[in-house]
């Protein structure tokens, strides 16, 4: 196509027009002004030539677009083919930009699936969870949801571990007691049949169950003709269920992601929250009405619990007053994460950045190889903003090839992750690779381009041109801009490596005390076997007592096994049970509720089978279990420093609830029951001949394989009855490591960061090292041809390069402090940090850039021919 | 009928300056005159209309535009078909007629007013 035309083109043009219109007419016998007049419509050839040059105008920029388009491809052709001369180059550089690219993408991923996406629920941004600190009865639930006008939907939630038994294998089922506005809430649509109405929560109607997708593939093969079906699920008063519906496939609930079933949970019409003794709804969820904000409602939840309190406080005490407020859904489930997983980040955001500054130190060292080729060709007419496309398409070309090697990196990490990211943070399920997650990945791509590639690219083609012909004749094609932006390269590198190398050992090291932390009793050697103990078939009492006694003298018997003992709670899991109670002589001030203290129900020889001393005193008499006893308990040092300073603990008497007497007969030593990080409480242990809590947690000491010693325990239990699920058989060292998974998983990225950057950091100072040696060659052989020593020479230029090394630590080191600050949320007790630590950091980094600087000067020097050097010239 | 301006018929003047360049290749004041001519001076094309036209389909592709000499020895732009441009103007002669005779059937002409 013909190429636009200019204005004067179209001025030609129309004054043909006009000229040979008025010679035709001349020729007709007017005269030449008349004939002008007649033709010389001027507004009319105005206009014309306007609408002219302004299409014409149009053309041009179109025109230009396209230029710019096919060039582009043209420079990215010819980038691919040069980096494809030189697969070392390339290679390195892919390497890098895959590796840093790759480990952004990997933990963006996880900030966006946790943090970032909305729940996939109707008007996510409008559930809260009601007065989160609060434990509450159905009644209460309903209650708070009935007084309030801000929110809707209000359901409690409870958590229930049921017995499926009588089809096929027992299997224990996760289970959530809710109430119907539930479904509503979270938008959770049957896949078949329906979800449970509110009539069917009412104490008599409340026989039905809901299965999840799962349940209903794995368990029942899709079976269409499930609705009607009747099951039998113990634990949660109803043993026959009738199935309601199935939810449909794509709906994860809020917490508990892997439930199995839901359940009405029970409701009591004409009950008082004061009556309704269902003390276990754990989680109440709501939507805010339309229009109405979060402080506004949490204030009406605030005057509300006033009002509960003022009617009845014993259901709703004092303290819990203080707490009732609101959280939104996202604050209450991600929480602390959130912070943690922006660190996380940001930290591998600095080992991006130390990739980049390596990038920029092999891009500039091939720039300056091609300095005279550069110089020639813009001497010889290239534009200067040619050239810089030509470096910038190379770096475009590099990022393409590093940002798909990235991601590739970024999934198989994430594949590597799956495991620890299920135990260590909510919402795991749904972490993968998204739209979201690959422009965050391209933006990051881009994001090294412009640091690594724009740069050296004007500064190839920036310097006066003159200056680059002479020197790149010279052989010391290095201007001292070039050697300044080395430096501040090493600079940043050293100084980003320190911080992330730093602030990774520092959390390296809390975690290690974390794991050292004694927890008061031995896990090594110790089997844990979970047992449901269903209502229904042994209900509270005689029933269970008998059960558990039987069961011990069983699971004693299995050979390999030493001391067995039971708890109704395994230690490290962040379950709980504190009661209030009141010690002999212990006199609580007037107008506060009593002291409350852990509880723990155990039998046999608990305290044996874990290590747990028994400082004065006895243990309960294993005769106890399976007699209506005399009600004893053991207490902890914790207990007696709290609650009996002074005197004798023994034979004193703790009134649980205020009421029923225990009397102590031993004081044993302090076990961080909560976590490993939680200070021990005073804590009293009954035995279950006094109290039946529903669960049993074996644990048994025993010599030989771990797994082989559970199942023998796993056909104990179920000698006894085989109608009894099994659903973990657990090592208490397992248990411990489990209860820190979310530290470990932090600490050990914190530390594959720390490696990358450390070895990223080495890298690029050898690289510039090696670089400044070679480009400094004449100017260390004139030093040896006028009588210097080798060896001083060598002291010299190591020395130049080590100043930014020097500079680097010392910003680190400053780095790390701040850093460390930030890293709390990862492990605890970080921020005390530990001067030597941080001195054996720099020490190392130190060292490993000094050897990284000296290898290649040493290599140099030791060529180094000063004649040779000198005839170059 | 009366006289009419080219443009007053929505999408015709492109139709006309095609069928103008389809025997032969003219320059502005060239395709202007063979319009008027053919059709008895009943339609006038304006200058601010007809230069902007000629130009667009040049943008499109549809004519190529060359300078040369025309016979009064002056220097002028001669526009010349292109094998785009003679399809475009196939079609949209196809297209003309249909519309007419769409329109005549709506008017209620019992004729055709083109055969």
């Given at each position: 196509m013909r190429p636009p035309s200019s204005g004067r083109d179209i001025d030609d043009e129309l004054r043909f027009h006009l000229e040979e219109e008025i010679e035709r007419l001349v020729a007709a016998g007017h005269g030449e002004d008349e004939a002008r007049r007649m033709v010389h419509d001027e507004a009319e050839f105005r206009r014309a030539r306007r609408r002219c040059v302004d299409l014409e105008r149009a053309r041009r920029a179109r025109r230009r677009r396209e230029d710019v388009m096919e060039g582009t491809a043209r420079d990215l052709r010819h980038a691919f083919r040069t980096l494809a001369r030189s697969p070392g180059f390339t290679l390195a550089a892919v390497l890098t930009l895959a590796l840093g690219v790759g480990a952004n993408t990997a933990v963006f991923s996880v900030l966006d699936s946790v943090v970032l996406r909305p729940f996939p629920y109707p008007e996510a941004d409008r559930i809260v969870r009601v007065w989160p600190a609060k434990h509450f009865n159905s009644t209460l639930a309903l209650e708070v949801g009935r007084r309030s006008r801000s929110l809707e939907a209000v359901t409690g939630v409870s958590h229930w571990q049921l017995n499926l038994v009588g089809a096929g294998d027992p299997e224990a089922l996760d289970a959530q007691a809710v109430h119907a506005g539930y479904f509503d809430l979270f938008g959770a649509g049957p896949r078949l049949g329906r979800a449970f109405t509110e009539e069917e929560t009412l104490e008599g109607d409340d026989g039905v169950v809901v299965l999840s997708h799962g349940l209903w593939t794995e368990r029942f093969g899709a079976d269409p003709d499930i609705v009607g079906r009747t099951l039998q699920l113990d634990g949660y008063d109803h043993s026959d269920r009738t199935v309601v519906g199935v939810l449909s496939e794509d709906f994860v609930p809020p917490v508990r992601p892997d439930t199995d079933v839901w359940i009405p949970l029970r409701t009591f019409p004409g009950l008082t929250p004061g009556d309704?003794?269902?003390?276990?709804?754990t989680h109440v969820f709501g939507r805010l009405a339309p229009g109405v904000a979060l402080d506004a409602a949490a204030g009406e939840i605030r005057s509300i619990a006033g009002g509960l309190h003022a009617e009845d406080p014993i259901s709703v005490p004092e303290g819990d007053v203080q707490e009732a407020g609101l959280a939104s859904l996202a604050d209450d489930v991600v929480g602390d994460v959130r912070l943690t997983l922006w660190a996380l980040l940001g930290a591998v955001g600095l080992v991006l950045l130390i990739a980049c500054a390596n990038l920029a130190n092999l891009v500039l060292a091939r720039g300056e190889g091609k300095t005279r080729e550069l110089a020639v060709r813009s001497a010889l007419g290239a534009h200067r903003i040619r050239l810089v496309r030509h470096a910038l398409a190379e770096s475009l070309a590099l990022a393409v090839l590093g940002g798909a090697a990235g991601l590739g990196v970024a999934a198989a990490g994430l594949e590597t992750l799956e495991r620890s990211l299920q135990g260590a943070l909510p919402r795991a399920a749904a972490v993968g690779l998204s739209g979201e997650v690959f422009l965050f990945s391209l933006a990051a791509t881009l994001g090294a381009v412009l640091l690594f590639g724009v740069g050296p690219a004007l500064r190839t083609t920036g310097t006066d041109l003159r200056t680059r012909l002479r020197a790149g004749r010279r052989g010391a094609g290095r201007a001292r801009g070039g050697r300044r932006l080395n430096r501040v390269l090493v600079f940043g590198q050293v100084a980003l490596a320190t911080v992330v190398v730093g602030t990774a050992a520092a959390v390296g090291r809390s975690f290690v005390e974390l794991m050292r932390?004694?927890?008061?009793?031995?896990?090594?050697?110790v089997v844990t076997v979970s047992v449901p103990l269903p209502t229904n078939r042994y209900p509270r009492g005689e029933p269970q007592r008998i059960y558990t006694a039987e069961l011990l003298e069983r699971v004693r018997a299995v050979p390999g096994i030493g001391e067995v003992g039971f708890i109704h709670l395994l230690p490290l899991t962040l379950s709980n049970w504190a009661f209030p109670i009141l010690p002999d002589g212990f006199e609580p001030r007037a107008g506060e509720p009593l002291p409350s203290a852990n509880f723990r129900v155990v039998a046999g020889d608990y305290f044996g089978a874990l290590r747990i001393p028994l400082l004065r005193g006895e243990l309960f008499d294993p005769a106890t279990i399976g007699a209506e006893g005399d009600a004893v308990a053991v207490v902890n040092e914790a207990f007696v420093a709290r609650f009996f300073p002074d005197d004798d603990p023994l034979g004193r008497t703790v009134r649980l609830f205020g009421d029923s007497p225990f009397r102590v007969v031993g004081v044993v030593g302090d076990v961080r029951?909560?976590?490993?990080d939680r200070e021990p409480v005073a804590e009293m242990y009954v035995p279950y001949a006094s109290f039946s809590p529903g669960t049993i947690q074996i644990m048994a000491r025993g010599t030989g394989d771990p797994a082989a010693l559970g199942s023998a325990i796993r056909a104990a239990v179920w000698d006894v009855d085989p109608e009894i699920p099994v659903p973990s058989v657990r090592p208490l060292t397992d248990v411990r490591a489990d209860s820190v998974a979310r530290e470990r998983l932090f600490t050990t990225l914190l530390g594959v960061f720390a490696s990358l950057a450390l070895l990223l950091g080495i890298v690029g100072v050898y690289g510039v090292t090696a670089y400044a040696m070679r480009s400094s060659v004449r100017e260390m052989g004139i030093r040896l041809a006028i009588g210097a020593r080798p060896a001083r020479v060598l002291r010299r230029a190591l020395g130049t390069e080590l100043t930014p090394v020097a500079a680097g630590l010392a910003a680190g080191v400053a780095g790390v402090l701040l850093a460390r600050r930030a890293a709390t949320g990862f492990v605890p007790g970080v921020e005390a940090g530990d001067p030597w630590l941080l001195v054996a950091v720099v020490a190392v980094l130190g060292l490993a850039a000094a050897l990284a600087a000296w290898l290649p000067a040493r290599r140099i020097t030791r060529r180094l021919d000063p004649v040779a050097v000198l005839r170059a010239e | 009928m009366a006289d009419v301006?080219?443009?007053?018929?929505?999408?015709t003047l492109n139709l006309m300056i095609l069928r103008a360049l389809a025997d032969e290749d003219r320059h502005g004041l060239g395709v202007q005159r063979r319009i008027e001519a053919q059709t008895e001076g009943r339609v006038t094309v304006e200058v601010g209309a007809l230069y902007p036209a000629l130009h667009r389909l040049e943008a499109e592709g549809l004519i190529d535009g060359s300078w040369g000499v025309s016979e009064s020895r002056r220097r002028a732009k001669f526009y010349r078909l292109t094998a785009a441009g003679r399809k475009r103007l196939k079609r949209d002669t196809a297209r003309w007629l249909d519309h007419v005779r769409a329109v005549a059937r709506l008017l209620g002409l019992r004729e055709d007013p083109l055969s």
């Open positions: 309704d003794d269902t003390w276990y709804v932390t004694d927890p008061g009793f031995e896990p090594e050697g029951q909560f976590a490993l | 301006d080219a443009t007053s018929i929505y999408g």
